[in-house]
């Protein structure tokens, strides 16, 4: 993949979160697909994991939707600066999101926070 790939490949997974589409944004991962923490614990594991962990997340928070403030191609990996909005009451959260690939699809996302 290209890098214009990879980017435009993160724009579609993105604009599938906002839309609360998790059965969509799962989709573009990896069977194997992995959530974390940076080097860290776990979060959701494998693609039905990150359907299922997304579509629980959406339930509880309808509103949820995520602003990407940056998005940078870095050697095989894309890297967004998120401002994370869980309701319109509430602080939103940054975050710094690295996405990594195998073939056409995400493989991992880690989130620093």
């Known amino acids: 993949m290209t890098d214009a790939d ?10 599938r979160y906002n839309a609360q589409d998790a059965a969509g944004y799962a989709a573009l991962m990896t ?7 940076y080097r860290g614990a776990v979060l959701r594991d494998g693609r039905e994991g990150v359907r299922s962990g997304l579509a629980a997340m959406f339930a509880e928070f309808p509103q949820n939707r995520a602003v990407v403030h940056a998005a940078y191609a870095v050697g095989d990996k894309v890297v967004l600066h998120e401002e994370v909005f869980r309701s319109d009451s509430t602080q939103p959260f940054f975050v710094i999101s690295i996405y990594s690939f195998v073939g056409d699809k995400v493989e991992r996302v880690e989130f620093v926070r």
């Open 6 to 15: 990879r980017l435009g490949l993160v724009d579609e997974l993105m604009a």
């Open 31 to 37: 069977e194997d697909a992995v959530e974390a923490g």
